[in-house]
C-alpha cells in the first residue's frame, strides 16, 4: 500500500506541470471547449432535429450551462475566462498580467475551435442526413449558424455591433459584481452557477439580433472551423462581411463594462487607509512625550 502511494506520488512530481502559464492555457482550452461543446451541440441538436428535440430555450440552457461547467472546469487554475473580453477586462483592471493576455487568447481560440470539431464529429452522420453533404450558411438546410453567429434580416451592421457592446458589457459588468469582494458578490464556488445565469438572462432578453455571441473566441474559433471543414469561405463573406462584429464589439463591450464598473462601484469601496498604522504609530508617540515633559 505504501509503495502504491508512493509511485502515485512520484508520477505526479514527474507529470505535474512547473509553470503556472502552461497550467492556465490548459485550463481556459479545456474551459472554453465545455463551453462550445455543450452551447454549439445544443444548437445542433435543435437544428438537426428540425426542431423536434430543442427549441430557442434548450439553447439557452446549453450556453448558461456551458458557461457554468466552463468556470467550474477552469476557474480554479485560470480564473475560467473562457472569452477573450473578459480576459481585456481584467487586464484593465489589473487582475490579470498583461503579458498573460495572448496566451488566455491563444488558448480559448484553440478550445473553442476543438469544441466545434468535436460538435461536427458527434453529429456529423446527423449533418449528412440534414444536408445530403451540401454544407452551407444560407438556405432552407443551412448548418452554419450551429457553431458562429449570423445577423437577423432586420439587423444593420451599426446595430450589430451596438448589440455585441452592450451584450458582452452586461456580461462583463456582472461577472465583476459577483467576484468583486467588496461588493454583495456570490458565495464561495456557487460564483459560476451565478455567471451562468447571466447567459440565461442575455439570452432571453438579447438574443433576437443575432444570438448573443458575446465572445471572439467562441465565435470565431468555430468559424474558422467551419471554414475549413466544408461550409468554406461564405463563413466569412455572409452578410456583408458579418463576421468581424462578434470578434470587435465584444472586445469593446468589455472594456467600457470594465471602465463603468471601476468608476461606480469598485473605486468608492471603503478600504482602509494603508497609511493608518503608522499615523496611529506617530499618536502614540506624541502622547508619549507630552507624558515625559509633564
Not at 14 to 33: M, P, S, Y
Not at 70 to 90: D, R
Request: glycine share 12%; aromatic share 10%.
Amino acid at each position: 500500500m505504501e509503495d502504491d502511494i508512493r509511485d502515485d506520488r512520484s508520477m505526479r512530481q514527474h507529470c505535474a506541470l512547473k509553470h503556472g502559464i502552461v497550467k492556465e492555457f490548459l485550463a481556459e482550452f479545456l474551459g472554453t471547449f465545455v463551453l462550445v461543446l455543450f452551447g454549439c451541440g445544443s444548437v445542433a441538436q435543435t437544428v438537426l432535429s428540425r426542431n423536434t428535440l430543442g427549441e430557442p430555450l434548450t439553447v439557452h440552457i446549453g450556453f448558461s450551462v456551458g458557461l457554468m461547467m466552463a468556470a467550474y472546469v477552469a476557474g480554479g487554475v485560470s480564473g475560467g475566462h473562457v472569452n477573450p473580453a473578459v480576459s481585456l477586462a481584467m487586464v484593465i483592471l489589473g487582475k490579470l498580467k498583461i503579458w498573460k493576455f495572448p496566451f488566455y487568447v491563444i488558448a480559448q481560440f484553440l478550445g473553442a475551435f476543438a469544441g466545434a470539431a468535436a460538435v461536427f464529429g458527434l453529429y456529423y452522420d446527423a449533418f449528412m442526413d440534414f444536408t445530403s453533404g451540401i454544407l452551407s450558411v444560407t438556405g432552407i438546410n443551412a448548418t452554419g449558424h450551429i457553431f458562429a453567429s449570423y445577423p437577423a434580416r432586420h439587423l444593420s451592421i451599426l446595430g450589430g455591433f451596438i448589440d455585441q457592446v452592450v451584450g458582452t458589457g452586461m456580461l462583463v459588468l456582472c461577472i465583476l459584481a459577483i467576484i468583486d469582494g467588496g461588493n454583495i458578490g456570490a458565495p464561495k464556488g456557487v460564483e459560476p452557477l451565478a455567471i451562468g445565469l447571466i447567459i440565461m438572462a442575455i439570452g432571453v432578453s438579447m438574443g433576437l439580433n443575432c444570438g448573443y455571441p458575446l465572445n471572439p473566441a467562441r465565435d470565431l474559433g468555430p468559424r474558422l472551423f467551419t471554414a475549413v471543414a466544408g461550409w468554406g469561405m461564405e463563413v466569412f463573406s455572409t452578410a456583408g462581411y458579418w463576421w468581424w462584429i462578434p470578434v470587435a464589439g465584444p472586445m469593446v463591450g468589455g472594456v467600457i463594462a470594465a471602465v463603468i464598473y471601476y468608476l461606480l462601484i469598485e473605486l468608492h469601496h471603503h478600504r482602509d487607509e494603508p497609511d493608518k498604522p503608522h499615523e496611529e504609530e506617530e499618536d502614540l508617540k506624541d502622547k508619549y512625550e507630552m507624558i515625559t515633559m509633564s
